[in-house]
């Protein structure tokens, strides 16, 4: 399985991962430049990873993250969360025209609702995931 998420990250990576994490990289240099701004750059920065290189991993909800996370939350989204689920949507497209690109268009949507919602969720492996949490 490891080897199958391996050749997975690797074409991912060609054909869309590092654009979208070149994305995330722009948004959280736009945020650490207004200070104010510096933890939607660091949740940025986790997701841009995890957008690199994302099976094998998912993110899970934090159980300390509460109300302080989702105003954070709704303030990403005005600024800077539309702009990287648009991007999600718009890099599916040719990846669903392109047969053996599908599985990577599912990807992509389903990292949607994390580009919306970053702070207040974490990464783990999928084992990590449904092992107990």
Avoid at 78 to 104: E, Q
Wanted: proline fraction near 6%; glycine fraction near 10%.
């Amino acid at each position: 399985m490891k080897l199958f998420n391996l050749l997975l990250n690797i074409l991912w990576l060609i054909f869309c991962g590092i654009w979208m994490a070149i994305g995330y990289t722009l948004a959280a240099l736009v945020c650490f430049i207004l200070i104010v701004t510096i933890p939607f750059g660091v949740a940025s920065l986790r997701i841009a990873g995890f957008v690199l290189w994302p099976f094998g991993r998912t993110t899970v909800e934090r159980p300390d993250a509460g109300a302080p996370s989702f105003i954070g939350n709704v303030i990403w989204v005005v600024f800077a969360g539309w702009w990287l689920a648009l991007g999600h949507l718009i890099t599916s497209i040719p990846l669903f025209l392109s047969i053996i690109g599908i599985p990577f268009g599912w990807a992509n949507l389903k990292l949607i609702p994390v580009s919306l919602m970053p702070l207040g969720r974490e990464v783990v492996s999928t084992d990590q995931a449904f092992g107990g949490r």
